[in-house]
């Protein structure tokens, strides 16, 4: 299973929109690993994890080709994971050429209702599915299950275990500290590689998402949960610009405690 990380931003990207902080200084000057785009993910090349604003930026700089997604799974309904607009691109008059090309899409019940209706409309394009959390769900070749994220209470928001020939990956961005629930429903499974969100940095959250040390505090439960060993692969990923650090800067915070720290176009296989 190969696993790329197409944009490892938060909701603002970094550099910032308008912001002249230190760190969005720094990465305008840098370049590179500092440019962040909103968070995406792309397993080989037809499953794909969220849709943001950033999505046809990683058409063009990351390799992402859209004709090859067959499905797409999205953790919750803010801005920047889910941009409804662009998916209507997928029919005429934007798509003249493989009109017919179908992609389904599954996700919490905000994204079901907001796209039943595109569904509806583009009855040869589109298919939404309604995700049961902790249910384990066969899409495009993959299994996949829903877990609890512990983020904006207004709507049950969801991170994945993704399986595919017996690897497992847990893409886990946008939550708090794992929720009981979701510890009970993963205990004793072994991981090959565990995605955890890192959004704040130098500040502890835990209940929204998480910062550098959450993440440590993190692994250990993992470990201590039978979801992790020597062996399993540990990534931080959506950062924010508020997180305190440029690239090299959280390489050296996170490298001695076994994490890699994400960067658009970072792909790893399992």
């Known amino acids: 299973m190969r696993i790329k990380f197409l944009g ?9 929109f308008f912001c002249d902080c230190p760190v969005c200084e720094k990465a305008r000057k840098l370049g590179g690993k500092n440019i962040r785009t909103r968070s995406q993910c792309l397993i080989n090349e037809n499953l794909l994890i969220d849709y943001p604003p950033d999505t046809y930026m990683h058409t063009i700089t990351g390799g992402l080709d859209l004709r090859k997604i067959e499905s797409v799974i999205i953790t919750h309904s803010h801005g920047d994971h889910f941009f409804p607009h662009d998916i209507n691109m997928n029919a005429p008059p934007y798509n003249v050429g493989n009109v017919f090309h179908i992609v389904n899409y599954y996700g919490n019940g905000h994204i079901y209702y907001d796209l039943k209706p595109l569904a509806d409309q583009q009855q040869n394009n589109i298919t939404v599915n309604q995700f049961q959390l902790f249910e384990q769900t066969k899409i495009s070749g993959y299994e996949v299950t829903p877990l609890r994220a512990v983020h904006d209470r207004r709507e049950e928001c969801l991170f994945f275990v993704i399986e595919k020939d017996g690897k497992r990956f847990i893409y886990g961005n946008d939550t708090g500290y794992f929720p009981d629930d979701t510890m009970e429903c993963i205990k004793g499974k072994r991981f090959d590689a565990i995605s955890l969100d890192c959004t704040t940095g130098k500040d502890r959250d835990g209940g929204n998402h ?8 993190m692994k250990k439960r993992l470990i201590e949960n039978g979801n992790a060993d020597e062996k399993t692969i540990f990534i931080a990923h959506h950062f924010s610009h508020n997180c305190g ?7 050296k915070l996170l490298e001695p405690h076994g994490f ?3 960067y658009d176009g970072m792909a790893i296989d399992i």
């Open 210 to 217: 998480m910062g550098f040390e959450d993440i440590i505090e």
């Open 8 to 16: 490892t931003a938060a909701a603002e990207g970094t550099p910032a």
């Open 245 to 251: 650090f440029v690239y090299e800067d959280t390489v």
């Open 260 to 262: 890699l720290t994400s």
